[in-house]
């Protein structure tokens, strides 16, 4: 159980080798180890999306692997995402229609909306609703989020739309 | 008095103004600071062990396994902290005759709820600790539980000191009850269960107790509300001088009222770090904070309604029988919320006669307390259910036979059937209001069409009262060192910028958003050149900090105060380096302007240069005091109440029990608002935890008092593509207490939202002779409800 073991994985741009614990969370991994304290954990059952990351450009739960099995694997946090700038147009919309609130839920929201966004076009509201069913808000009320998805994949269309013209 | 202009044409003017959260950019970097993510040197980590049963004695407890693990540095169980911890009881002074046993940080010989730590484990990791939780072994004599709150009144008492197991009773009698039934032309009865449910926040409960003995002192980092009331806590029950003991709430990931309790793991954990002169942190896991979260509601109520042949309401008699657990929560009792059912009762409508008896009631399961809308949610259900129920009766519509017996909006000043005094409440235009938003008549005409074709919708309206801005009256007079005032800090840097700290906390509602505008609005200084700083019991004066709706109305007209003293200071100084009267000059924009021309005269940053490092330019005698601390405590009123109305739709499918909520609205009149913005997203959070107890949440318990559903995959909560849209409208009622005017809001959207959709279900049910009473409202309930199983 205590015997560790080598693995080697991206992070946010960043090569990272490292001797872990078989049973070490990918999760706690990032915030203890990699101190990407962004990333949290709030059910650790893969129910409420807040411990969401992308692992090879998908979301994924980090609190329902192991670090073990994220080895040669390529890992962004909201805290990548945020220094890339990959997420500035969603950030920008959330803060404006204050799609947040205490902020817990916010990074795995945002990593959820980037899958969402990844899609390509404009989701209905009812469609970006489905889509967020794994992440738990207890602040919002939602409403807000889903504007601001919405709103982000409005201009992303527009600009996309501009960029063929 | 609301003697200021407020308009929002000219500069500065921020107060009404929708603006973003300058603290949610850093939220939105994943750069938030929570006490989860805290770690400081040589910092361990606890875990817990509980117990399996919901009544028992302790037999033996055998931790030589657990003390043997590598890792594990201390072994404390209930003897260690009774040695170091003055035991703490949850009564009130006002709520008379109420009683409730002591309580420790870990049980000394007995257990009452599952789930209650016995054993302290501190080990280098929290998985070392959680291994040695599992290497403890406990024997526990099971004894007679008591789950359900009607046994519970007649059963043995669970505590042997409290001679039986009712925590507090109250009867009110307002008077002409019998009367008014007697005369009546038709009596209601009916019978009401609500369900326990939970707060939930994202990030659980978390501390990080940092005790050095070198200088006596405590420093806690702590996701509460109430840092302030933990430094009286800690101080007082650890004998630790106050000032020692520092508490620091920086990031919280919710809270809703359930971070402000005393509890248990808390008191072990500051314990432990007294013991050990080290850091120890402890963060609940999701499974943990499910049994030892404070539950809120829980309540089984009977009402009586009198009504005349003309839908007018003449009496009512209210019984509530509430189950807390094995001892009321502390320091703010797990009492109130009964208190405020039966005296929220009726509290919209124009009738004298009432009458209502509670009875508060322990059990064996984990305890209840202040969870966000404490009582109003309930009070809310019965009465708009029972006013539905005569509407259906008299076959009156729901807008016809609330606009028939509301308090009419010219009749201000005026006392609540239940003896609550309303300064000035708008009912009248809320419901009007609401009918117009909904579009309610083009509803009913869809809602027929629809009906004809098999579909079953529902449209139900509730009305609601709310409290905010509580006096003394609530916890003061009580005697709990709770406070009901808030106190700021204003100060002029060097540089001409603005700092404020204030005894006002936020939690993601906007707190240190709306202070900001507040201190720029006032003082005529740009909202970005404005840093606000709260949650530190060393860097900001003692204050209530935010609970029951204060921040807002409390903490914003403290800020307001302060702003304007700070306002006279500086232009004081200024008057006399221009060699002008203070009072022909004003701040605008940052810059010192003639009020008469309004030509810029000298701007702030050279105010503050001259002030603070020339001061042997100005006149002999001259002491600059460009900080000012300002407290404020509320007056007049005991409470500011608020009202408003909302509307729910909904759609039930009879063969699944199903139900599809469509759309949601709200009228809500919260007196000044500061940031619409902020207020709206308020009411739609609040409206979700609502809609979340009225369909979903509920803690479901066995008959051995084990919680089944203690899990996020188990216990539903609400999720976005269950909830709905959510319009929101605005009344603006100012209260006259205060100069800002402004009331509270975070409890409004939860209070009706359950009501109104309750009245909903039982719309699209009616006719098909079902009636929901109770919540959560689930498929198997509306099934049953419908005779269908």
Same mark, same amino acid.
């Given at each position: 159980?205590?015997?560790?073991?080598?693995?080697?994985?991206?992070?946010?741009?960043?090569?990272?080798?490292?001797?872990?614990?078989?049973?070490?969370?990918?999760?706690?991994?990032?915030?203890?180890?990699?101190?990407?304290?962004?990333?949290?954990?709030?059910?650790?059952?893969?129910?409420?999306?807040?411990?969401?990351?992308?692992?090879?450009?998908?979301?994924?739960?980090?609190?329902?692997?192991?670090?073990?099995?994220?080895?040669?694997?390529?890992?962004?946090?909201?805290?990548?995402?945020?220094?890339?700038?990959?997420?500035?147009?969603?950030?920008?919309?959330?803060?404006?229609?204050?799609?947040?609130?205490?902020?817990?839920?916010?990074?795995?929201?945002?990593?959820?909306?980037?899958?969402?966004?990844?899609?390509?076009?404009?989701?209905?509201?009812?469609?970006?609703?489905?889509?967020?069913?794994?992440?738990?808000?207890?602040?919002?009320?939602?409403?807000?989020?889903?504007?601001?998805?919405?709103?982000?994949a409005?201009?992303?269309?527009?600009?996309?739309a501009?960029?063929?013209? | 008095?609301?003697?200021?202009?407020?308009?929002?044409? $000219?500069?500065?003017?921020?107060?009404?103004?929708?603006?973003?959260?300058?603290?949610a950019?850093?939220?939105?970097?994943?750069k938030?600071?929570?006490?989860?993510?805290?770690?400081?040197?040589?910092?361990?980590?606890?875990?817990?062990? $509980?117990?399996?049963?919901?009544?028992?004695? !302790?037999?033996?407890?055998?931790?030589?396994?657990? /003390?043997?693990?590598?890792?594990?540095?201390?072994?404390?169980?209930?003897k260690?902290m009774?040695?170091i911890?003055?035991?703490?009881?949850?009564?009130l002074?006002?709520?008379?005759?109420?009683?409730?046993?002591?309580?420790?940080?870990?049980?000394?010989?007995?257990?009452?709820?599952?789930?209650?730590? !016995?054993?302290?484990?501190?080990?280098?990791?929290?998985?070392?600790?959680?291994?040695?939780?599992?290497?403890?072994?406990?024997?526990?004599?099971?004894?007679?539980?008591?789950?359900?709150?009607?046994?519970a =009144?007649?059963?043995?008492p669970?505590?042997?000191?409290?001679?039986?197991?009712?925590?507090?009773?109250?009867?009110?009698?307002?008077?002409?009850?019998?009367?008014?039934?007697?005369?009546?032309?038709?009596?209601?009865?009916?019978?009401?269960?609500f369900?326990?449910?939970?707060?939930?926040?994202?990030?659980?409960?978390?501390?990080?107790?940092?005790?050095?003995?070198?200088?006596?002192?405590?420093?806690?980092?702590? &996701?509460?509300?109430?840092?302030?009331?933990?430094?009286?806590?800690?101080?007082?029950?650890?004998?630790?001088?106050?000032?020692?003991?520092?508490?620091?709430?920086?990031?919280?990931?919710g809270?809703?009222?359930?971070?402000?309790?005393?509890?248990?793991?808390?008191?072990?954990?500051?314990?432990?770090?007294?013991?050990?002169?080290r850091?120890?942190?402890?963060?609940?896991?999701?499974?943990?904070?499910?049994?030892?979260?404070?539950?809120?509601?829980?309540?089984?109520?009977?009402?009586r309604? &009198?009504?005349?042949?003309?839908?007018?309401i003449?009496?009512?008699?209210?019984?509530?029988?509430?189950?807390?657990?094995?001892?009321?929560?502390?320091?703010?009792?797990?009492?109130?919320?009964?208190?405020?059912?039966?005296?929220?009762?009726?509290?919209?409508?124009?009738?004298?006669?009432?009458?209502?008896?509670?009875?508060?009631?322990?059990?064996?399961?984990?305890?209840?307390?202040?969870?966000?809308?404490?009582?109003?949610?309930?009070?809310?259900?019965?009465?708009?259910?029972?006013?539905?129920?005569?509407?259906?009766?008299?076959?009156?519509?729901?807008?016809?036979?609330?606009?028939?017996?509301?308090?009419?909006?010219?009749?201000?000043?005026r006392?609540s059937?239940?003896?609550?005094?309303?300064?000035?409440?708008?009912?009248?235009?809320?419901?009007?209001?609401?009918?117009?938003i909904?579009?309610?008549?083009?509803?009913?005409?869809?809602?027929?069409?629809?009906?004809k074709?098999?579909?079953?919708?529902?449209?139900?309206?509730? @009305?609601f009262?709310?409290?905010?801005?509580?006096s003394?009256?609530?916890?003061? !007079?009580?005697?709990?060192?709770?406070?009901?005032?808030?106190?700021?800090?204003?100060?002029?840097?060097?540089?001409?910028?603005?700092h404020?700290?204030?005894?006002?906390?936020?939690?993601?509602?906007g707190?240190?958003?709306?202070?900001?505008?507040?201190? /720029?609005?006032q003082?005529?200084?740009n909202?970005? $050149?404005?840093?606000?700083?709260?949650?530190?019991?060393?860097?900001?004066?003692?204050?209530?900090?935010?609970?029951?709706? $204060?921040?807002?109305?409390?903490?914003?007209?403290?800020?307001?105060?302060?702003?304007?003293?700070?306002?006279?200071?500086?232009?004081?100084?200024?008057?006399?380096?221009?060699? &002008?009267?203070?009072?022909?000059?004003?701040?605008?924009?940052?810059?010192?302007?003639d009020?008469?021309?309004g030509?810029?005269?000298l701007?702030?940053?050279?105010?503050?240069?001259?002030?603070?490092?020339?001061?042997?330019?100005l006149?002999?005698?001259?002491?600059?005091?460009?900080?000012?601390v300002?407290?404020?405590?509320?007056q007049?009123?005991?409470?500011?109440?608020?009202?408003?109305?909302?509307?729910?739709?909904?759609?039930?499918?009879?063969e699944?029990?199903?139900?599809?909520?469509?759309?949601h609205?709200?009228?809500?009149?919260?007196?000044?608002?500061?940031?619409?913005?902020?207020?709206?997203?308020?009411?739609?959070?609040?409206?979700?935890?609502? @809609?979340?107890?009225?369909?979903f949440?509920?803690?479901?318990?066995?008959?051995?008092?084990q919680?089944?559903?203690?899990?996020?995959?188990?216990?539903?909560?609400?999720? &976005?593509?269950?909830m709905?849209?959510?319009e929101?409208?605005?009344?603006?009622?100012?209260?006259?207490?205060?100069?800002?005017?402004?009331?509270?809001?975070?409890?409004?959207?939860?209070?009706a939202?359950?009501?109104?959709?309750?009245?909903?279900?039982?719309?699209?049910?009616?006719?098909?002779g079902?009636?929901?009473?109770?919540?959560? =409202?689930?498929?198997?309930?509306?099934?049953?409800?419908?005779?269908? !199983?």
């Amino acid at each position: 159980m205590t015997g560790k073991i080598a693995i080697s994985l991206t992070v946010n741009g960043e090569e990272i080798e490292a001797h872990v614990t078989p049973r070490v969370t990918l999760a706690d991994f990032l915030r203890q180890d990699v101190q990407l304290t962004g990333t949290h954990t709030g059910c650790e059952m893969g129910a409420c999306g807040a411990c969401l990351v992308l692992i090879d450009d998908r979301p994924v739960h980090a609190c329902l692997m192991f670090a073990v099995q994220a080895d040669g694997c390529v890992v962004d946090t909201v805290e990548g995402l945020t220094a890339r700038k990959a997420i500035a147009d969603l950030q920008r919309t959330f803060h404006e229609r204050n799609a947040l609130q205490c902020g817990f839920c916010t990074p795995g929201m945002l990593v959820s909306a980037y899958g969402i966004l990844a899609a390509g076009g404009v989701p209905e509201r009812e469609e970006i609703r489905d889509a967020l069913s794994g992440n738990y808000c207890r602040c919002t009320g939602y409403e807000a989020i889903v504007d601001a998805i919405e709103l982000t994949a409005k201009q992303r269309h527009q600009q996309a739309a501009r960029e063929e013209a | 008095m609301n003697a200021f202009a407020g308009s929002l044409d $000219r500069p500065n003017s921020y107060i009404g103004r929708s603006v973003s959260r300058p603290n949610a950019k850093r939220l939105l970097e994943g750069k938030g600071r929570y006490v989860t993510d805290l770690v400081l040197p040589r910092m361990l980590h606890a875990a817990f062990v $509980r117990s399996p049963y919901a009544h028992g004695r !302790i037999v033996s407890i055998d931790t030589a396994e657990a /003390a043997a693990l590598p890792g594990v540095r201390a072994i404390f169980t209930g003897k260690d902290m009774a040695a170091i911890c003055k035991p703490w009881v949850g009564t009130l002074d006002h709520f008379r005759n109420m009683k409730s046993p002591p309580q420790l940080p870990l049980s000394l010989d007995k257990v009452m709820w599952s789930g209650q730590p !016995i054993v302290l484990i501190v080990a280098d990791s929290r998985a070392i600790a959680e291994d040695a939780a599992e290497l403890v072994g406990v024997e526990i004599e099971d004894l007679p539980v008591l789950a359900d709150p009607v046994e519970a =009144m007649s059963a043995e008492p669970m505590s042997e000191d409290m001679g039986d197991n009712t925590c507090f009773s109250l009867a009110l009698d307002n008077g002409g009850v019998d009367e008014a039934f007697a005369k009546a032309q038709h009596l209601l009865e009916e019978s009401f269960v609500f369900g326990r449910h939970t707060a939930v926040t994202l990030e659980p409960r978390a501390i990080v107790a940092d005790y050095d003995a070198s200088e006596n002192r405590l420093t806690a980092h702590h &996701a509460t509300q109430t840092p302030y009331q933990f430094q009286d806590v800690y101080s007082r029950h650890f004998d630790i001088p106050e000032a020692n003991v520092r508490v620091i709430a920086p990031d919280i990931g919710g809270s809703f009222g359930m971070k402000l309790h005393v509890y248990h793991e808390e008191m072990a954990v500051v314990g432990a770090s007294i013991l050990l002169g080290r850091p120890v942190k402890y963060v609940a896991d999701r499974m943990e904070s499910f049994v030892s979260d404070i539950h809120a509601r829980d309540h089984r109520v009977t009402a009586r309604l &009198a009504v005349g042949e003309d839908g007018r309401i003449s009496g009512m008699e209210v019984d509530d029988v509430t189950a807390i657990g094995p001892f009321s929560s502390y320091p703010r009792t797990s009492a109130v919320e009964g208190n405020q059912v039966i005296r929220l009762m009726g509290a919209p409508y124009d009738f004298s006669a009432y009458r209502a008896n509670l009875s508060v009631v322990f059990q064996n399961k984990v305890q209840t307390s202040q969870y966000r809308a404490v009582g109003h949610p309930i009070a809310c259900a019965v009465t708009e259910c029972m006013v539905d129920a005569a509407a259906r009766k008299l076959g009156l519509d729901p807008f016809e036979i609330r606009a028939r017996n509301l308090i009419p909006d010219d009749s201000y000043p005026r006392k609540s059937p239940t003896g609550y005094q309303f300064e000035k409440l708008s009912h009248e235009a809320c419901l009007s209001r609401l009918k117009s938003i909904m579009n309610y008549d083009a509803l009913r005409r869809e809602q027929a069409e629809l009906r004809k074709k098999g579909v079953l919708r529902g449209i139900g309206i509730a @009305l609601f009262v709310e409290i905010t801005n509580p006096s003394p009256a609530f916890y003061g !007079i009580g005697g709990a060192r709770i406070s009901a005032q808030d106190g700021a800090i204003v100060k002029l840097t060097p540089s001409g910028e603005v700092h404020c700290s204030i005894s006002v906390t936020e939690q993601g509602q906007g707190t240190e958003t709306i202070i900001g505008q507040i201190v /720029a609005d006032q003082l005529g200084v740009n909202r970005d $050149r404005v840093r606000v700083m709260t949650g530190d019991t060393d860097t900001t004066p003692h204050g209530g900090a935010t609970w029951a709706c $204060r921040g807002a109305g409390i903490g914003g007209e403290t800020a307001l105060q302060a702003s304007r003293k700070l306002k006279a200071n500086v232009l004081s100084i200024a008057a006399l380096i221009l060699q &002008a009267q203070a009072g022909e000059l004003d701040i605008r924009d940052d810059w010192i302007i003639d009020v008469a021309t309004g030509q810029q005269r000298l701007s702030l940053a050279e105010v503050a240069r001259i002030a603070f490092f020339r001061s042997d330019t100005l006149p002999a005698g001259t002491q600059a005091q460009l900080s000012v601390v300002h407290h404020y405590a509320p007056q007049g009123y005991p409470f500011a109440f608020t009202n408003g109305a909302q509307g729910s739709l909904v759609e039930v499918d009879p063969e699944t029990g199903f139900v599809k909520i469509l759309k949601h609205w709200v009228v809500e009149d919260c007196g000044r608002i500061i940031n619409p913005l902020l207020v709206d997203e308020q009411i739609r959070g609040g409206v979700v935890q609502g @809609l979340g107890a009225a369909f979903f949440e509920e803690c479901l318990y066995n008959r051995e008092g084990q919680l089944t559903n203690g899990s996020l995959a188990d216990y539903l909560v609400p999720m &976005a593509y269950e909830m709905p849209d959510i319009e929101i409208s605005h009344v603006e009622t100012l209260t006259g207490d205060t100069e800002l005017g402004a009331k509270g809001v975070g409890e409004a959207g939860t209070a009706a939202a359950s009501a109104a959709a309750m009245n909903a279900v039982n719309d699209a049910l009616a006719g098909h002779g079902a009636v929901l009473t109770q919540i959560p =409202m689930t498929p198997a309930r509306i099934l049953k409800a419908l005779g269908s !199983i």
